[in-house]
């Protein structure tokens, strides 16, 4: 334990002048007090699970601007995606293909994914990284989490340490796109022996790659804590306020090889004589949001072999997105037609300005409480959650509109409403010297509600109106996990294990559907099988695993009741692969790390749909009508067959070099796997150097700089797929061909990021 406290301490403390007095024994108290905060859903050395740690100094050394996915873009099975192109802005995470809705975060052991959505929106909190003391994540099923199910991955946060030495630090950073970030941080130290208080400012901006996507990121992270001789307690409360320009929509292929920054969201169409033609874009087609995090820590260390973890938490969310309309219906607007002068016909559709707002609260409790001794590692531990959010939209300038238009015109509201409870209680038990026990046993309950107004517009209704909410969905689940771990000798430990994991629908997967019809729950068996090689210079790990889905939710190109893309319950899906790390130091100053993913991804007898079109002379135009296409056992959007990974870190005197490198194979925009409709392999390169050394006034500083792309690769790391069946005159006797029109979002070339770090 002696060796662990010396580390935090050198990792976490820098020195200023306050009023504080500091000892040994104290340090050793804030670290032992503070090794027993809500870390009970974490996997452990001898937990039967595949996962990698990152630590605080990995953080650090990549901690420019990028969001936290980019962060973690070296570890295995795991993909990142940017609007912008640049990693700031909007960004999200796929690990073994699983996109965000699927991937837990919690921070603390509170849930941080969206209630409805079930995503997590890393824009909303940006630069949390800064504040971060270490993440880990778990790939498969996992150990039990708090907030919605885990079905490809969980990320578990936990917010820095305290130190018990006072410090502070500033850093910022420059580079292309006019990209910048500026933070700063403080903390006290101990004072009078038991108090502790942290806070850090941080400002992140960027143009974007692709034109017009800017980002506008603050951000705040403070926490005070009380640190008695068995007890803690730490407020935390964090937040951020974005401010993006939409890069929503992808661009054809024709535009990626012409134009590959084009950005076609917040296009002005002329609706005179050029009729249909950009004649401008619109300035205020933004996103802006803030969302407010407030965290209530108590930990109590009842004796050595007893501790207990409670946790309250509030989260506030509010905002809205606003955005240029060309050509719509005003009475899907609820407004009245109006009369052009001169025209004897009323106007029925025109350009507008909307705003679409939300307002959130998310509350709620956990605790764990947990016991361990020379055999025994087990927790006891729940969590009860409510989360509210009012969605609602407003019309803020009509084109040309002649009639009264109120200054907050709604236009729709409805109400979405969760409660989510659980409890679990998990054990690891050392059978013999080598070999250990691990069972896993949760029960979920959700209560979920939605009522009101959608924005979505029901033609097919008499009359037609917006589409009614009227959702009451009850789901329980249990999920058991159960494995062994073998260590072997001390150099070689192997695992089995075997999960269930179960995942209600998003609020998407309800208003997206059919308006009578609900889908169901998706089922996952998680089945993984792990051995790992260690010395002191050389680790090797491999990690086998299938995962088998039922009614697993997928696009499959179907429609609902008014012609609008719905996810389906798909009977029979499956993941398998192998997963394999290597890491070699070669010496004090050398060292190489890779991984590697190959993998299998399919749904079996995939039945997918694509819009009809009639093609006369040349020119299409929609039949209102789909197709059904037999997939066969398809590929899975979005899943590569291998992913690799590989960095070389150089370090010798303050001096470190690093070359980071990864291989993706081709993902398929839908499930039918066709070259024409995919994402191109790519392989991609970054280059960093730094260095670290101390004046007379500081503790240290850190200069470097990092070069994104090294070679100006071309690549794209997102879209989706456009396809339709086109039919000769219109006539569905006859075979039709298929023609693929898929989008993508392009990264950006070769680009810099410079950066600078004073420690006090």
């Known amino acids: 334990m002696k060796k662990i406290g010396l580390m935090a301490v050198a990792l976490l403390g820098a020195g200023v002048t306050v009023h504080a007095q500091t000892s040994a024994k104290d340090s050793m108290k804030v670290v032992n007090l503070q090794e027993v905060q809500v870390v009970s859903t974490r996997a452990t050395a001898?937990?039967?699970?595949?996962?990698?740690?990152?630590?605080?100094?990995?953080?650090?050394k990549q901690n420019f601007g990028q969001d936290i996915p980019f962060l973690l873009s070296t570890t295995p099975s795991v993909l990142t995606t940017s609007d912008a192109g640049t990693g700031v802005g909007y960004t999200a995470i796929r690990v073994r293909g699983t996109d965000a809705?699927?991937?837990?975060?919690?921070?603390?052991?509170?849930p941080m994914n969206d209630s409805e959505s079930h995503a997590i929106f890393w824009v909303n909190t940006p630069d949390f990284a800064s504040s971060l003391e270490d993440m880990q994540i778990q790939r498969g099923a996992g150990t039990s989490t708090n907030g919605s199910g885990a079905f490809g991955a969980s990320i578990n946060m936990r917010t820095q340490s305290i130190s018990s030495k006072p410090y502070a630090e500033v850093s910022g950073s420059y580079g292309s796109f006019n990209t910048h970030k500026e933070t700063v941080k403080v903390g006290t130290g101990l004072i009078n022996k038991?108090?502790?208080?942290?806070?850090?400012?941080?400002?992140?901006?960027?143009?974007?790659?692709?034109?017009?996507?800017?980002?506008?990121?603050k951000s705040y992270f403070v926490q005070g804590g009380y640190f008695g001789e068995n007890t803690t307690i730490k407020f935390i409360t964090f937040g951020g306020k974005e401010k993006t320009y939409h890069a929503w929509d992808g661009i054809s292929k024709e535009q990626l090889e012409n134009d590959r920054t084009y950005n076609p969201n917040g296009v002005i169409l002329d609706d005179n004589k050029g009729k249909g033609n950009p004649i401008g874009f619109y300035d205020d087609q933004m996103d802006n949001y803030r969302q407010t995090h407030y965290q209530l820590l108590f930990d109590h260390i009842f004796s050595p072999a007893w501790n207990l973890n409670i946790a309250f938490h509030y989260t506030n969310g509010f905002g809205y997105y606003q955005e240029y309309k060309n050509g719509r219906s005003l009475e899907e607007y609820g407004l009245k037609p109006f009369y052009l002068p001169g025209n004897s016909e009323p106007q029925e559709k025109t350009n507008l300005v909307r705003q679409k707002l939300v307002d959130s609260d998310f509350g709620g409790g956990i605790f764990s409480l947990n016991y361990q001794n020379e055999k025994l590692n087990a927790s006891f531990g729940g969590a009860l959650n409510r989360y509210s959010n009012d969605h609602y939209g407003k019309v803020l300038w009509v084109k040309n509109y002649s009639e009264q238009l109120a200054p907050d015109h709604e236009y729709y509201r409805n109400n979405g409403g969760k409660t989510d409870g659980n409890?679990?209680?998990?054990?690891?038990?050392?059978?013999?010297?080598?070999?250990?026990?691990?069972?896993?046993?949760?029960?979920?309950?959700?209560?979920?509600?939605?009522?009101?107004?959608?924005?979505?517009?029901?033609?097919?209704?008499?009359?037609?109106?917006?589409?009614?909410?009227?959702?009451?969905?009850?789901?329980?689940?249990?999920?058991?996990?159960?494995?062994?771990?073998?260590?072997?000798?001390?150099?070689?430990?192997?695992?089995?294990?075997?999960?269930?994991?179960?995942?209600?629908?998003?609020?998407?997967?309800?208003?997206?559907?059919?308006?009578?019809?609900?889908?169901?729950?998706?089922?996952?068996?998680?089945?993984?099988?792990g051995y790992t090689y260690r010395n002191e210079w050389f680790t090797a790990g491999v990690n086998l695993y299938y995962m088998d889905y039922t009614d697993q939710l997928v696009l499959n190109g179907k429609t609902n009741d008014i012609g609008e893309a719905m996810a389906e319950n798909v009977k029979d899906s499956y993941r398998m692969g192998i997963e394999l790390a290597l890491g070699a130091k070669f010496n004090d100053w050398l060292r190489w790390d890779i991984n590697g993913t190959w993998s299998k991804n399919r749904i079996k007898n995939y039945v997918g749909y694509v819009y009809d079109q009639s093609l006369v002379n040349g020119v299409t135009d929609d039949l209102w009508t789909q197709t059904a296409i037999e997939g066969g056992n398809s590929p899975i959007a979005f899943s590569p067959s291998f992913i690799g990974n590989s960095l070389i870190t150089l370090g010798s005197n303050g001096l470190e070099i690093s070359f980071q490198s990864q291989y993706v194979s081709r993902q398929y925009l839908d499930n039918f796997g066709t070259k024409d409709n995919s994402l191109d392999a790519y392989f991609v390169n970054h280059l960093s150097a730094s260095y670290s050394f101390?004046?007379?006034?500081?503790?240290?500083?850190?200069?470097?700089?990092?070069?994104?792309?090294?070679?100006?690769?071309?690549?794209?790391?997102?879209?989706?797929?456009?396809?339709?069946?086109?039919?000769?005159?219109?006539?569905?006797?006859?075979?039709?061909?298929?023609?693929?029109?898929?989008?993508?979002?392009?990264?950006?070339?070769?680009?810099?990021?410079?950066?600078?770090?004073?420690?006090?």
Not at 48 to 60: D, H, L, R
Not at 101 to 110: C, E, L, S, Y
Not at 201 to 215: E, H, M, T, V
Not at 695 to 719: D, H, Q, S
């Open 194 to 217: 038991y108090w502790a208080f942290d806070a850090r400012l941080s400002n992140i901006q960027s143009d974007g790659y692709r034109d017009r996507a800017s980002s506008d990121l």
């Open 423 to 529: 409890v679990y209680l998990k054990a690891n038990y050392q059978l013999t010297d080598g070999l250990s026990a691990y069972a896993d046993l949760q029960y979920r309950y959700i209560h979920y509600k939605i009522d009101g107004d959608n924005d979505k517009w029901d033609f097919t209704a008499t009359p037609p109106h917006l589409q009614r909410l009227d959702v009451r969905e009850n789901f329980s689940f249990f999920n058991p996990k159960a494995g062994l771990f073998w260590q072997i000798n001390p150099n070689h430990s192997a695992y089995a294990s075997f999960s269930v994991a179960q995942k209600e629908p998003t609020r998407n997967n309800y208003t997206d559907g059919m308006f009578e019809e609900h889908p169901t729950a998706e089922k996952l068996l998680d089945y993984e099988l």
């Open 694 to 760: 101390q004046t007379r006034y500081t503790k240290g500083i850190t200069i470097g700089a990092t070069v994104y792309n090294l070679f100006n690769t071309k690549y794209e790391t997102n879209g989706y797929s456009q396809s339709v069946a086109l039919y000769e005159n219109g006539d569905k006797t006859k075979p039709y061909v298929i023609k693929h029109d898929p989008r993508f979002y392009p990264m950006a070339g070769t680009n810099i990021l410079a950066h600078i770090t004073f420690r006090f």
């Open 46 to 60: 001898k937990t039967p699970v595949a996962f990698t740690n990152v630590k605080k100094e990995q953080i650090s």
């Open 101 to 110: 809705t699927r991937i837990n975060v919690t921070a603390n052991g509170i």
